[in-house]
């Protein structure tokens, strides 16, 4: 730990970018000396970590929600899980699961929550055309290029892995997890459906 002192200005602004508690935020901008980026990482690596302590557990409560957008052209529906109805009926929970919907909608290409989720034949498939938009590279080469285009495609189409729409330098797994540190509950994002008018 440093010597640093936050300034109360410096405690609300990093506050209001990360949602985390005003403690946490005091003890990450300490770590970091002041320095804003830095004090981000530290709250998103000790959200992950407190968050995955907690993923094993029930949540058995939540919201479920819809958003319509594009005069109806477009809709989703989400369903956010907790662990109790105190942590379901506060604002943040709310909001989180509205800015779920707004996620999703915003982002075409999503079709999963997680990496888990992928089917095998689907990652295999995406990984085959990504070997053959590489074959004139050498065997290595070509195994690094379609890893690489197979994590730039999971950005896409697995919910966790986008950039979170409010702040594009966290993940929306990483905004999950924080959210989970702050509130002190399991939030799980447990499935999710997507219409466009016209798609199948």
């Not at 506050?15 to 946490?24: K, L, P, V």
């Not at 557990?57 to 809709?75: C, D, L, P, W």
């Amino acid at each position: 730990m440093s010597d640093y002192k936050p300034s109360a200005a410096d405690v609300k602004v990093l506050r209001d970018q990360t949602g985390a508690g005003m403690m946490e935020v005091r003890d990450a901008l300490v770590e970091a000396a002041g320095d804003m980026d830095a004090a981000k990482k530290v709250l998103r690596e000790k959200g992950l970590a407190k968050a995955a302590k907690r993923g094993g557990r029930a949540t058995s409560e939540g919201k479920v929600a819809s958003y319509i957008h594009g005069g109806g052209v477009k809709g989703v529906m989400v369903e956010i899980g907790c662990e109790t109805d105190f942590v379901a009926n506060t604002d943040k929970f709310g909001e989180f699961v509205k800015d779920m919907c707004l996620q999703i909608v915003s982002m075409d290409g999503t079709r999963w929550i997680s990496e888990a989720d992928v089917p095998e034949e689907a990652k295999e498939a995406e990984l085959e055309i990504f070997r053959t938009q590489a074959a004139d590279k050498p065997a290595d080469v070509q195994v690094k290029i379609a890893e690489g285009k197979l994590r730039k495609w999971y950005e896409e189409v697995c919910l966790l892995n986008q950039p979170y729409f409010r702040d594009e330098d966290l993940t929306v797994e990483q905004f999950r997890a924080a959210l989970s540190s702050e509130m002190g509950e399991n939030i799980e994002i447990k499935r999710f459906s997507s219409y466009t008018l016209g798609q199948e």
